[in-house]
């Protein structure tokens, strides 16, 4: 068993910056990676930015700079057992509940309870 605590939402103003943190606790050692998936209203959830346990990143083409700085980051502490999701150049559509998931072997994928994320000027 995996808990996720997921903090740092909020309301910013397009352009803005903010720092998702996912806590796990329980059964962390059988982590082999972890993500950021969002959801807004009438659509799906999907894929935001993954990591595993060797440090391999995984970012959706929306926040994944082409040519450019990708904007948004994605990084663990493995001390603090915590992952962040740092978010820059925020965009109106980036706006809807962000989740943060564990995947186990052998396990379905354990989800956070969310964090709203609101873009507006």
């Known amino acids: 068993q995996v808990q996720l605590v997921e903090s740092g939402g909020g309301s910013v103003q397009p352009g803005g910056s903010l720092r998702l943190s996912c806590a796990a606790s329980g059964s962390i050692f059988s982590i082999y990676a972890m993500g950021w998936y969002r959801q807004a209203p009438g659509k799906q959830r999907e894929l935001v930015a993954t990591?595993?346990?060797?440090?391999?990143?995984?970012?959706?083409?929306?926040v994944k700079g082409r040519f450019t700085i990708s904007r948004f980051s994605i990084s663990r502490d493995t001390a603090k057992n915590t992952v962040y999701l740092q978010m820059n150049s925020l965009k109106p559509e980036d706006t809807a509940v962000y989740y943060c998931s564990a995947d186990l072997s052998g396990f379905p994928r354990y989800w956070g309870q969310g964090t709203q994320v609101t873009v507006s000027s």
């Open positions: 990591i595993t346990a060797g440090d391999t990143t995984n970012y959706a083409d929306s």
